[in-house]
């Protein structure tokens, strides 16, 4: 049986980064294909920046490296997604132990509003009905909003509803939600896209230190975001009419000061996009 390394422990720091590789994926919504044959490794301990136009995938693509695209009614997809060699799709790993560990941060703050900020960055292990001693929920509680870079700010504040944060202090809440259930990786769907440039920096900051205990997939519009934060880029692009599918990929110095392809250099300059 295949199986990989689900944490049981609930030290928040006890988790432990895996790699992520992609082979010849593509995605169709209906008959409309979005993707074409994109093969991607996501390195541990690494941050890897998707970017690219709207339109191109790189949503999609990200929502397939959890096995949230397969959610909508008519989508289906062909290829590879391993995780530390294990395919996600076609292997007997349970589909909530997959998510579990391949974490999501969406693009809008999504804070459960009738929650308190300490039960929200635990909604996770209740939901999947795992319990925990009061002091060890209190000693989570501070490790994930330590680890998220929000501890210092809401200290105080554990008892208040979670949606009366800042939009910056609602989205690293999300961030500590997804870190209690230990994940493995962690995908970020533009998650600075409406944030404040400081909210932003300090999201960025997280997100560095965090990728010495998860492995990060991000997408972004940014391209200033996406060469602070990211190791290695993948550019995706799809002609009109056609499906997406990266044009280059590479570490993200190079992507942006030598890359290979004039496309890419027009995209990461501005020329379009």
């Not at 995605?27 to 093969?39: N, T, Y």
């Not at 900020?117 to 009061?134: D, F």
């Not at 998650?191 to 932003?200: K, V």
Request: with cysteine; glycine share 8%; aromatic share 4%.
């Amino acid at each position: 049986m295949d199986v990989i390394d689900v944490p049981t422990t609930r030290a928040a720091t006890s988790s432990r980064a895996s790699s992520l590789v992609a082979e010849d994926v593509s995605a169709w919504f209906g008959e409309h294909k979005v993707l074409q044959r994109v093969s991607l490794d996501m390195e541990a301990n690494r941050v890897t920046a998707l970017i690219g136009p709207s339109g191109c995938g790189k949503s999609t693509f990200l929502r397939i490296l959890n096995r949230m695209h397969e959610l909508v009614p008519s989508a289906s997809l062909a290829g590879t997604i391993r995780i530390d060699g294990v395919d996600i799709y076609r292997s007997e790993l349970l589909v909530t132990d997959i998510r579990r560990t391949i974490g999501m941060v969406f693009q809008k703050p999504n804070p459960f509003p009738a929650m308190t900020v300490a039960e929200n960055v635990v909604a996770g292990l209740k939901l999947s009905g795992q319990r925990l001693s009061r002091s060890e929920t209190s000693a989570l509680v501070e490790e994930c909003l330590r680890r998220a870079g929000l501890w210092n700010e809401v200290k105080n504040r554990l008892g208040a509803a979670g949606g009366a944060l800042s939009g910056g202090q609602q989205q690293r809440l999300c961030i500590a939600r997804a870190l209690a259930v230990q994940p493995a990786i962690l995908l970020m769907d533009e998650p600075c896209s409406a944030l404040d440039p400081t909210s932003t920096r300090r999201i960025e900051e997280t997100i560095d230190e965090l990728r010495e205990q998860v492995t990060i997939v991000i997408v972004t519009h940014n391209m200033h975001q996406a060469a602070r934060v990211s190791q290695h880029c993948a550019f995706f692009l799809a002609a009109e009419g056609a499906p997406g599918e990266i044009v280059e990929q590479g570490p993200t110095e190079k992507m942006f000061f030598e890359p290979d392809d004039q496309r890419t250099l027009d995209y990461v300059t501005g020329r379009f996009g």
